[in-house]
């Protein structure tokens, strides 16, 4: 395993996810019990590039609102349960992904920045047997989905309708101590299992574990809880996805996390004259920003701030729901989010 981009890769451009190197050597019942199930989200399909494959769910009524939901660099797909469940609900036609050595997507020998991201977005889209690439499409992003979600609506406002930015990573003023340590670590190239101890005390999992996968022996698979059991999702990802680690270091040091200033101002710029083009035509859908009341990676009072002075305090939509950073993981923050869209994309 190599936690950083190398060149001793170039054989293998990508590190594959569980869905090769774990499902094919567990039973039907183990892989029914995993905390992420590969049927966990309808139209399951499976992308192949030249990052590897990516894992792509697509629902939802064909002619409805078009909306991808883009999950945090912490989390995978099952992050969107409550909310898509409500969306389809709604009419609306969705798109969920794993993003870069999350989930059942491959980790790419390459560096995790805002264009690679912005790649799979493409991919996501362009993979449809519907028009996603020649009509606009909305984003809602949470955590470090939501820094990807703003550096897209810059780089491809033409097929952005609107974005809604959930506990939004991007303009983090500070990091948690765990994730500046890794960083560190990482920038000054201290040695991967170093690099892997950190990691596990930032997803707070136990390194001894990490043995059956290394090994190759048949996990201990244990039932999941009703829902989403996040803790034994990071787990899993941990310990039998083997490019996890990779991505998520990489992820933390190049992508979307801090510092996007300028890109945000671009994306505020798009997103304000795209709202009055709109509202000229009688369409009125505002740019949302959502966070946890009680989320003290992001909280709300900085995002309202940033966002005042960059898109204007009455051209967006800001809320808090009930929870932490995780507030995702909650029913009634789920169904108080989807209240937000609802109204102010008219869904």
């Known amino acids: 395993m190599t936690l950083l981009p190398t060149s001793s890769l170039s054989s293998r451009s990508y590190i594959p996810s569980p869905l090769t190197t774990q499902l094919p050597n567990l039973s039907a ?6 905390p992420y199930r590969p049927d966990h989200f309808p139209g399951a399909r499976d992308v192949k590039t030249s990052y590897g494959s990516m894992r792509v769910y697509e629902w939802g009524e064909e002619k409805g609102r078009k909306i991808m939901l883009v999950h945090g660099d912490a989390t995978s797909s099952p992050l969107w349960t409550g909310v898509a469940a409500r969306l389809v609900k709604r009419g609306c036609r969705l798109i969920v ?124 698979v244990k039932p999941s809880k009703t829902g989403v059991d996040s803790v034994a999702l990071q787990h899993w990802q941990f310990y039998y996805h083997q490019g996890h680690a990779a991505s998520f270091i990489s992820t933390l040091q190049h992508g979307p996390i801090q510092g996007q200033h300028e890109t945000w101002k671009i994306a505020c710029n798009v997103l304000r004259a795209k709202q009055r083009a709109n509202a000229a035509n009688g369409i009125n859908e505002r740019f949302v920003a959502i966070c946890g009341r009680e989320d003290w990676v992001v909280p709300s009072d900085h995002v309202r701030e940033d966002l005042d002075g960059m898109m204007g305090k009455d051209e967006y939509v800001s809320d808090v729901v009930p929870g932490g950073h995780g507030f995702l993981l909650d029913e009634v923050a789920c169904e108080q989010v989807v209240d937000v869209l609802a109204k102010e994309w008219q869904l």
Not at 29 to 34: P, V
Not at 156 to 178: C, E
Not at 191 to 204: A, C, F, K, M, Y
Request: hydrophobic share 40%; charged share 20%.
């Open 29 to 34: 019942s183990q892989i029914a019990s995993l």
């Open 97 to 220: 992904f794993d993003l870069w050595g999350r989930g059942y997507t491959d980790s790419p020998n390459v560096v995790h920045d805002t264009r690679t991201f912005g790649l799979q977005l493409l991919f996501a889209a362009s993979s449809s047997p519907l028009s996603w690439c020649t009509e606009t499409f909305s984003i809602v992003g949470c955590s470090g989905g939501g820094g990807i979600a703003m550096d897209f609506v810059a780089s491809f406002s033409h097929l952005v309708r609107n974005v809604a930015i959930l506990a939004p990573a991007g303009l983090l003023r500070d990091l948690p101590g765990s994730y500046k340590a890794l960083r560190t670590a990482a920038q000054e190239g201290k040695p991967e299992e170093e690099l892997r101890r950190l990691l596990g005390t930032l997803l707070d999992v136990e390194l001894e574990d990490t043995s059956l996968a290394r090994e190759g022996h048949e996990p201990d």
